[in-house]
């Protein structure tokens, strides 16, 4: 079944403590992005990839870091979380190639920092 | 000016009834343009890709006026399961190319009964 898995789905942690939200996709897709949604916001775009080893800034990266070694797995790492980062956190991917907004979601992932 | 904006609604519709949604932008360069679903809590899940005039797919059209910069859709004959809030997707980069896409707000339909 073509999916999008994050982990954890659920996690509450403490200022400070480094964590990784992973992604994955088994759909072979090249683009892959983080999104975070607060209510009144809607879903802003945290940090995208074109493809391996290609990452890019979107409009709220403060805060967080990515990384693509591999072509399916896309992690997104908060070395020091703050309250501020509480949110519902959606990973996403697709195929370029003039498909890029065509996405599958994952489930979201819903941190609560202390 | 935000660059994609929704009317938040909500919009309460009977049973049966057409509906429809305004999608404004503000890059008159965009070429793709995207309407996608979310259920409360959920991923959202794409609906619609427009990168012409329009896109229609059973009760569900797409209609892009680029002149005036926004995108519409319509539900005809709304059902309860439509119920949901509907996200309005810019692709600002030709060929759909870009990675950075724009996301409106979101429009929330209730269809009661």
């Known amino acids: 079944e073509a999916q999008v898995t994050q982990n954890p789905r659920y996690l509450i942690t403490v200022t400070g403590k480094k964590l990784t939200v992973t992604c994955s996709q088994n759909m072979n897709h090249e683009y892959m992005s983080w999104y975070r949604q607060d209510p009144g916001l809607g879903l802003r775009q945290i940090y995208y990839?074109?493809?391996?080893?290609?990452?890019d800034k979107g409009d709220v990266p403060e805060g967080y870091k990515v990384s693509r070694k591999e072509k399916r797995n896309f992690p997104l790492i908060l070395e020091s979380p703050s309250p501020n980062q509480t949110s519902l956190y959606f990973c996403?991917?697709?195929?370029?190639?003039?498909?890029?907004?065509?996405?599958?979601f994952g489930e979201g992932s819903r941190l609560t920092v202390l | 000016r935000k660059e994609v904006e929704q009317d938040p609604g909500p919009f309460n519709v009977p049973e049966g009834a057409t509906v429809a949604f305004n999608c404004t932008y503000s890059?008159?360069?965009?070429?793709?343009f995207f309407w996608y679903r979310q259920d409360c809590r959920k991923e959202p899940k794409l609906l619609m890709s427009?990168?012409?005039s329009g896109n229609e797919d059973g009760r569900f059209t797409a209609q892009l006026n680029r002149a005036s910069q926004y995108i519409s859709l319509l539900i005809r004959d709304s059902k309860l399961s439509d119920s949901a809030t509907y996200l309005c997707v810019v692709n600002p980069v030709i060929y759909n190319q870009g990675g950075k896409l724009i996301f409106g707000q979101g429009t929330e339909l209730s269809v009661k009964p």
């Open positions: 890059n008159s360069a965009s070429q793709s």
């Open positions: 427009v990168y012409s």
């Open positions: 990839s074109m493809n391996v080893e290609v990452t």
């Open positions: 996403a991917s697709s195929f370029t190639t003039g498909r890029t907004g065509e996405l599958f």
